[in-house]
């Protein structure tokens, strides 16, 4: 079995909502299965300046999914919220998200992403598991 991870502890992580759409692969580059997962503390537009009552610090978002020749996966950081400042929380304008990928305790791929404060971020990976 294997795991899909994004984790942040940025401070106002709760103004961007999450979205991850995982597509399984064979050998010849065949979709053989589909995941999907959508993390949204607010709606979009909402131009709150506090977080969600009992939102934490830590944001982890994870899909389990089976053996796979290879995945392709998009990563969605939507703006709900916009900061008030240029500056946010000892950042300029960016934070970062590691990215990975498990298989049980082993790492198979990481990656740091960096989602822009006040544009949010999109990007897509594709990663050979077998």
Not at 74 to 86: A, D, H, I, W
Not at 112 to 127: P, R
């Amino acid at each position: 079995m294997y795991t899909l991870q994004l984790t942040t502890s940025y401070a106002e992580n709760w103004r961007y909502n999450i979205m991850v759409t995982l597509s399984l692969r064979n050998s010849a580059g065949e979709q053989m299965g589909y995941h999907s997962a959508e993390d949204s503390p607010l709606p979009v537009g909402s131009n709150s300046d506090s977080a969600p009552e009992g939102w934490t610090r830590r944001r982890e978002i994870k899909i389990e999914f089976g053996e796979c020749h290879s995945t392709r996966f998009y990563v969605y950081f939507l703006p709900n919220s916009l900061p008030q400042t240029n500056t946010l929380a000892g950042f300029k304008t960016d934070f970062a998200v590691q990215v990975k990928i498990l298989k049980g305790t082993e790492e198979v791929f990481t990656d740091k992403l960096m989602v822009n404060c006040f544009g949010g971020c999109g990007k897509e990976y594709v990663v050979q598991i077998a």
